[in-house]
């Protein structure tokens, strides 16, 4: 958007979900796909595994099946332990499947900021883990023979700006303070696009994550693992007998590790702690030179931007424009900005993908692991911001150890029910503030314009006979009406024109367009409402 503001670009809406930009800077005129699509998920198919189906006894139950849970899922299963991994939708087709994979050390909020909550200390301890995070997944890709184009290349936080360049002479010292290595470059810097100043990081990586991430499922099923695709699971009951209950059936076990992205099971305590943002993807083939590492830019919201070889050419991916979820009506216009940015700086040919994802940012800059109730044998892990690749693995690792009794290899880091009051408390305010906002605003908001006017393709809140609808009409003229009341703690959903999904402004849960869970901390589906097909909402577009 920033870059929009400038006037750089010339956008033209064509329809709701595809969108024409005219460039005037390096990259071609070039449009959006008008669907939502990941390449890895594009480009690496599912293998299918079948849902629960009935009543099971194992060591270690484990809720979700992406990086997190099949991380920890592999490293017990290897230690002698009987797993049974359970994933709502498919595996890897959830945050991981959605990421762009860029594996760093170098954590979102940077250096200074976590000195300043935990410490140097602490904060090289976290850059440490990272690191670690990243040698464990290399390690693991050469011992199962893993083919997914990992990668060792530097990583650039870079500016274009000269106050950008003061910043990160800071950041700069902040990084000696914690003794993580770096350099700050100001000359022969890669491009093409402009750099005035940057922290190299040596070292980092990059790899296609379902090519890393579908191995391993197999790998847990060939140990005697159980992997379980479609089964939702419904409630994780904290008692003397730990259980997951699904939709199709329950697994009793002795720890049950919660690695849903976002806690499913302890709705108020965790969720206080962490933000839940959008972040958005393209993926373009480059027509010149191609950026050669890693970079992330100093904007607020940030851009990162690496290239991964698909089809026998190098594709552009380029993310960022991130905003609190269900807190931006105009969605669109977010993948409007971020090919903006992109074409005025890459040599960019056809726009093949476009995709967003949630991204949950912990007030303090680490994420939370360990156990979140007072159940000794429940346990998760969340708040990985943008580093949940390296912050998964690290967690999969902690919680693995954890749960055969082992101690954490990060002493009390990241502990889940750690409070930092003093230097997070602006964050924590600020972010619970615009949770209560929404909860309360929200409960006003209807679209006066009537129900029948609402065009194919869009969704909106109306009032029909009193009653307040969520309405979405389908491509055929159809109507689909839901209660627009969020089932985790009743904050008023709102549409999200460019995925067609409906996203609560409070906690981040979202809901395709028949109320069905994306992402949580919801479990529950929306409630569907039928409404009588009368002249107050027959279209008259
Ligand atoms: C566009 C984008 C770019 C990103 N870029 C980077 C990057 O460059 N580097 C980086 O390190 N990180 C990046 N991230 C963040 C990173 O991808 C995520 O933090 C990470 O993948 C999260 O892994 P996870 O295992 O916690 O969650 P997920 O991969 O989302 O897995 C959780 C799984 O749990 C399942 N689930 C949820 N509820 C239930 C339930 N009730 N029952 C059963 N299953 C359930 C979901 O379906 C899902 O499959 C990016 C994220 C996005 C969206
Ligand atoms: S996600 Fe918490 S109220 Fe909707």
Redesign the pocket.
Known sequence: MKVADKGIVNQVLADPGTVKSVSSGKGAATDLPSESRSPWIDTRPAPGFAPLDGELTVDVAI???????LTAAILLSEAGKTVAL????K??????????????AYPDGGMRKLIDHFGKDKARIAWEAGANAIDRIEQLIVKRGIICDFQRLPAFLYTESATGSAALEDEYAACQEAGVPTRLVREGLPGPQPMLAALRFDGQAQMHPREYLLPLARALVRNGGHVFED???LQVVEDQSPRVVTEHGVIHARDVIV???VP?NNVVALQTKIAHYR?Y?IGARITGPSPQGLFWDDLDPYH?VRTHRIGGADLLIV?GEDHRTGQEHDTSERYRALLAWASERFPIGEVEYR??????VPVDGLPYIGHNSFSEHVWE?TG?A???????TVAGHVLSELVQGGPNPWGDLFEATRITPVASAVEYIKENASTFYHLVKDRLAIDPTGIHKLPRGEGGIFNVRMRRIAAYRDDKGELHTLSPVCTHMKCIVDFNKAEKTWDCPCHGSRYDVDGQVLN?PA?QALEKIEVPVTPEVRPTL
């Open positions: 809720v979700g099946g992406g990086i997190t849970g359970v994933e709502a939708r595996i890897a087709q959830g945050e991981s499947g959605l990421t762009t994979a860029h594996l760093t089964t939702r699971a690695a849903t992205n499913t972040t993807a990162y993310g995709w967003s994802g949630q991204i949950i892990a990985y943008g580093n949940g690749m390296t912050f998964g949580g479990t």
